[in-house]
């Protein structure tokens, strides 16, 4: 069952091999022994099943960037894809990126507050990994890392969440200083640098030097509880006080969606946001699944691969009402 505030929750681990250099984008031997050693290590691990090599070179643009819309890998991947690779298994939200920053970043994604679960994926194949080749480690630093702030336990938890009522009543600098005060940061849904496009916000751990996993974990499950409660505290005030106006905001929103004939992306995160919020409220007969579907489904790139096309401008917007009002009506 979908989550009325968090959409989904992800885990990342940086790891490098001890005798290869940091930063391999530009060191094509060394980023090919990365890619080459790695799937080899799957292999023999026999935790092979279900995962493909895609090699970002022989992919087209569009392929790629909506493998980062759907975030399957991250957009940093994409800077170097003549080098850049990853083994994916997507029925099971799992993701080996080779050649980003760091040599390997495992990944897991999982729907919800689950980042435990996210975090043991994670955990099983780094184990599997493990048992196969050396990871560079020192016994005071933990994993070395190309970033010094990834260095220790290497692991990036991050909760994707809904926060409409925070950000429309301009609460999110309350936000930003309860996340840094237990040494969190949050960011924009696509994270660093990113904008919070739909009301949306990766909470995620700034540094990993000097607290365990577990630490980690539990400290980003709290802040998402936390602020969770503040967004449903936020939800049911207006209800009471506020009423007419949000509604007035949802049902425009609902409109919108069910019927227009040309809908632009940053148009869509807006009126997708209000949607949500209403569905989340039971206001409206649309099941949360479909709205986060619908978050990966109607952007560019994705849009672009269904239409096997580059095509952009009005042509793919008209297309993305197509598509809105195709899955609403489902």
């Not at 930003?176 to 960011?187: C, E, F, N, Y």
Request: proline share 2%; glycine share 6%; aromatic share 4%.
């Amino acid at each position: 069952m979908s989550n009325p505030i968090v959409l989904s929750s992800r885990v990342r681990l940086a790891r490098n091999y001890q005798d290869i250099p940091f930063d391999v984008a530009h060191k094509p031997d060394a980023a090919a022994m990365c890619i080459a050693r790695t799937s080899n290590a799957l292999r023999l691990s026999g935790q092979d099943s279900g995962f493909e090599l895609l090699r970002l070179i022989d992919m087209d643009d569009v392929q790629r960037r909506a493998l980062a819309e759907c975030r399957l890998i991250s957009k940093d991947l994409l800077r170097d894809p003549a080098t850049a690779a990853v083994l994916l298994n997507e029925a099971e939200g799992l993701s080996i990126m080779m050649n980003e920053e760091d040599h390997l970043r495992i990944q897991a994604i999982r729907s919800g507050m689950a980042l435990q679960e996210a975090a043991e994926a994670c955990f099983r194949m780094d184990d599997a990994l493990s048992r196969q080749v050396s990871f560079a480690y020192d016994e005071q630093l933990g994993y070395l890392t190309a970033c010094p702030t990834n260095t220790g336990t290497g692991m990036r938890a991050s909760l994707l969440i809904h926060l409409p009522m925070l950000t429309i009543l301009k609460q999110m600098g309350n936000v930003g200083q309860i996340v840094a005060k237990v040494g969190l940061t949050i960011r924009g849904v696509y994270g660093e640098g990113s904008e919070a496009l739909g009301n949306l916000y990766l909470v995620s751990n700034q540094v990993t030097l000097g607290r365990t996993e577990q630490e980690l974990i539990s400290a980003v499950t709290a802040v998402g509880h936390q602020l969770t409660d503040m967004e449903l505290a936020l939800r049911e005030k207006s209800l009471q006080n506020g009423r007419n106006a949000l509604e007035d905001s949802i049902y425009r929103a609902w409109g919108i969606m069910q019927y227009a004939r040309c809908m632009g992306q940053n148009e869509f995160f807006k009126h997708w946001s209000g949607v949500r919020l209403g569905a989340a409220m039971g206001m409206l007969p649309v099941k949360l699944a479909t709205l986060d579907a619908m978050l990966e489904q109607v952007q560019e790139a994705n849009l672009q691969a269904l239409m096997e096309s580059t095509v952009t401008g009005r042509a793919l917007d008209e297309k993305r009402a197509e598509c809105i009002r195709a899955m609403l009506k489902d």
